[in-house]
């Protein structure tokens, strides 16, 4: 039997990533402003799995444990939406990450997919540097290879910073960094009959943005702008239960029981990262 560890991806703009923040809080300061984006995250996602390996105890006789693993997924081009809307140093966002499906590559059976959205209020500390508080939502379609239902939901609230500085002719270079703390809630328990688990996760990104247009005070398209980055999640489960089970019954039909005779914790991380490219404009 193979589990799925929880996870959390967060590809949105958590932190107000410069290529639309700054540029949207800089280009109409005093009114009512607004701005849109359309990213492609092509992410690979590092799945850590449970699987159940038998063991010889100390005295003798034979066990199952629970043992975890790593395998990457395939590489997903992932169209993230953006829409906001600002006034002054404030900034508002809401992104989402539509249901995407990942092959798990043998460690489940079949595929997994996946949702999320978030939304997120900023402010301006300085030209070029905003910070952030966000409330994120993430769904999981499964998290192990069972007959039940075993979907997860996470809610996690994070802070960000996020900021921008010229390098050349309409040419910026951007970067932010958030970190996370939150609960999942799994549909199945673990071994010691649990449902839910403390989560943790830190966010970066950092790329380039070049202004491609910058509009008249009449002009309805103020700016445009184009980014290309790179962007790494780190999620960690925090003190996940292992457990090991005696093997009952006869040789010829042995059967794992489903009582644990002993539980061990330990934290998991898994990773999602890789190039996004956004374009985005601001009216």
Same mark, same amino acid.
């Given at each position: 039997?193979?589990?799925?560890?929880?996870?959390?991806?967060?590809?949105?703009?958590?932190? %107000?990533?410069?290529?639309?923040?700054?540029?949207?809080?800089?280009? &109409?300061?005093?009114?009512?402003?607004?701005?849109?984006?359309?990213? !492609?995250?092509?992410?690979?996602?590092?799945?850590?799995?449970?699987?159940?390996?038998?063991?010889? %105890?100390?005295?003798?006789?034979?066990?199952?444990?629970?043992?975890?693993?790593?395998?990457? =997924?395939?590489?997903?081009?992932?169209?993230? /939406?953006?829409?906001?809307?600002?006034?002054?140093?404030?900034?508002?966002?809401?992104?989402?990450?539509?249901?995407?499906?990942?092959?798990?590559?043998?460690?489940?059976?079949?595929?997994?997919?996946? =949702?999320?959205?978030?939304?997120?209020?900023?402010?301006? !500390?300085?030209?070029?540097?905003?910070?952030?508080?966000?409330?994120?939502?993430?769904?999981?379609?499964?998290?192990?290879? /069972?007959?039940?239902?075993?979907?997860?939901?996470?809610?996690?609230? /994070?802070?960000?910073?996020?900021?921008?500085?010229?390098?050349?002719?309409?040419? =910026?270079?951007?970067?932010?960094?958030?970190?996370?703390?939150?609960?999942?809630?799994?549909?199945?328990?673990?071994?010691?009959?649990?449902?839910?688990?403390?989560?943790?996760?830190?966010?970066?990104?950092?790329?380039?943005?070049?202004?491609?247009?910058?509009?008249?005070?009449?002009?309805?398209?103020?700016?445009?702008?184009?980014?290309?980055?790179?962007?790494?999640?780190?999620?960690?489960?925090? &003190?996940?239960?292992?457990?090991?089970?005696?093997?009952?019954?006869?040789?010829?039909?042995?059967?794992?029981?489903?009582?644990?005779?002993?539980?061990?914790?330990?934290?998991?991380?898994?990773?999602?990262?890789?190039?996004?490219?956004?374009?985005?404009?601001?009216?």
């Amino acid at each position: 039997m193979t589990y799925c560890l929880p996870h959390l991806i967060v590809v949105a703009v958590v932190g %107000l990533v410069s290529a639309e923040a700054s540029a949207q809080s800089d280009v &109409n300061e005093g009114n009512v402003s607004f701005f849109t984006s359309v990213k !492609l995250w092509a992410n690979e996602w590092q799945i850590s799995t449970f699987e159940q390996r038998p063991i010889v %105890l100390p005295n003798g006789a034979i066990a199952v444990q629970d043992g975890a693993r790593t395998t990457v =997924s395939d590489v997903k081009f992932v169209p993230i /939406l953006t829409i906001g809307a600002g006034y002054g140093n404030f900034i508002a966002s809401a992104n989402y990450f539509p249901s995407t499906t990942y092959d798990t590559k043998g460690a489940l059976n079949g595929n997994v997919s996946r =949702s999320e959205y978030d939304i997120t209020v900023g402010y301006k !500390l300085l030209p070029g540097l905003a910070a952030s508080i966000a409330y994120k939502e993430a769904k999981q379609s499964k998290i192990a290879d /069972l007959p039940v239902s075993n979907a997860q939901k996470v809610r996690a609230g /994070l802070l960000g910073l996020s900021g921008s500085a010229p390098i050349g002719e309409g040419l =910026s270079i951007y970067g932010n960094f958030a970190y996370g703390l939150g609960k999942q809630d799994s549909d199945t328990v673990n071994p010691l009959g649990e449902k839910s688990y403390d989560v943790a996760y830190r966010i970066g990104e950092f790329g380039l943005s070049y202004l491609v247009h910058e509009g008249g005070p009449r002009s309805p398209l103020k700016t445009a702008a184009i980014s290309v980055g790179y962007r790494a999640q780190v999620f960690v489960t925090k &003190n996940v239960a292992y457990g090991t089970y005696a093997i009952a019954g006869s040789p010829s039909a042995p059967s794992v029981s489903t009582t644990p005779i002993a539980v061990q914790r330990a934290d998991v991380q898994t990773t999602t990262d890789g190039f996004i490219v956004s374009i985005s404009a601001t009216f």
